[in-house]
């Protein structure tokens, strides 16, 4: 039999304020059409039918929250929009963190995180964790970095706010050893921009501060293959095991 294989989807689920500063509503984006604004056209498409999945099994159809069933993120400016415009969403995300554990925090408000200085990098992360212990009711483990954009000093502070663990792109990584430090460093992609034959990328990386040796992060590396064909094709079962 072939080896047993897991897949770990992660969503990242995110919408900017829209809100017209003026009025605190959301203007008519003709673009939208049929529906008054992008908010509400991709709640429709996608953040509502994503808690309300049909499935048909031999005892007839069910209902299933896949955001029980993904590793997600939701932007604090969405989530603040849902709770106000679509409660019944919300709440369907909120429950389903209750019943999974599989909700991550995101920077607050999806900034470049290594573009902001010392004072504003941290008022993302801090305020990103408490409004995800504001609405999710416990402290997050991990962070999304908006568009994952990375640095050692991002990292850095990361650990000292507490969080465990990020999720990268391989190629965001330069070099990697055993945990024990045996072997030296290794690049971890050729000359192509691929991963090196014999990297396993399928496990965490785990990053150590390197003032504070007592502060780790782990590194959960995405594959960009898999990821571009279930965001944008229709794979089959097949096709994402083989590659």
């Given at each position: 039999?072939?080896p047993?294989?897991?897949?770990?989807?992660?969503?990242?689920?995110?919408?900017?304020?829209?809100?017209?500063?003026?009025?605190?509503?959301?203007?008519?984006?003709?673009?939208?059409?049929?529906?008054?604004?992008?908010?509400?056209?991709?709640?429709?498409?996608?953040?509502?039918?994503?808690?309300?999945?049909?499935?048909?099994?031999?005892?007839?159809?069910?209902?299933?929250?896949?955001?029980?069933?993904?590793?997600?993120?939701?932007?604090?400016?969405?989530?603040?929009?849902?709770?106000?415009?679509?409660?019944?969403?919300?709440?369907?995300?909120?429950?389903?963190?209750?019943?999974?554990?599989?909700?991550?925090?995101?920077?607050?408000?999806?900034?470049?995180?290594?573009?902001?200085d010392d004072?504003?990098?941290?008022?993302?992360?801090?305020?990103?964790?408490?409004?995800?212990?504001?609405?999710?009711?416990?402290?997050?483990?991990?962070?999304?970095?908006?568009?994952?954009?990375?640095?050692?000093?991002?990292?850095?502070?990361?650990?000292?706010?507490?969080?465990?663990?990020?999720?990268?792109?391989?190629?965001?990584?330069?070099?990697?050893?055993?945990?024990?430090?045996?072997?030296?460093?290794?690049?971890?992609?050729?000359?192509?921009?691929?991963?090196?034959?014999?990297?396993?990328?399928?496990?965490?990386?785990?990053?150590?501060?390197?003032?504070?040796?007592?502060?780790?992060?782990?590194?959960?590396?995405?594959?960009?293959?898999?990821?571009?064909?279930?965001?944008?094709?229709?794979?089959?079962g097949?096709?994402?095991?083989?590659?």
């Amino acid at each position: 039999m072939p080896p047993e294989t897991s897949l770990v989807i992660h969503g990242h689920f995110y919408q900017p304020p829209r809100e017209d500063p003026w009025t605190g509503e959301v203007p008519e984006q003709p673009s939208a059409a049929p529906f008054h604004d992008w908010n509400e056209r991709i709640t429709a498409e996608c953040y509502g039918p994503n808690t309300a999945v049909k499935l048909a099994t031999a005892d007839g159809d069910i209902l299933i929250n896949t955001f029980e069933h993904l590793s997600f993120n939701v932007g604090p400016t969405l989530m603040s929009w849902l709770e106000q415009h679509h409660r019944d969403v919300y709440d369907a995300i909120v429950e389903a963190d209750r019943r999974g554990g599989r909700a991550i925090a995101q920077g607050y408000g999806h900034a470049i995180l290594p573009l902001c200085d010392d004072r504003d990098l941290r008022t993302q992360i801090r305020w990103g964790v408490a409004d995800f212990r504001h609405r999710f009711g416990r402290q997050p483990e991990g962070m999304w970095l908006p568009e994952t954009a990375v640095s050692e000093r991002v990292l850095a502070v990361l650990a000292e706010e507490g969080l465990r663990f990020t999720i990268l792109e391989p190629s965001q990584l330069r070099s990697v050893r055993p945990l024990d430090g045996s072997g030296g460093w290794h690049d971890l992609l050729d000359d192509s921009g691929g991963v090196r034959e014999g990297v396993a990328i399928d496990r965490p990386f785990r990053w150590q501060h390197p003032a504070r040796p007592d502060l780790t992060l782990d590194l959960v590396v995405y594959d960009g293959g898999i990821a571009h064909a279930l965001a944008f094709g229709d794979p089959s079962g097949h096709e994402i095991v083989s590659q």
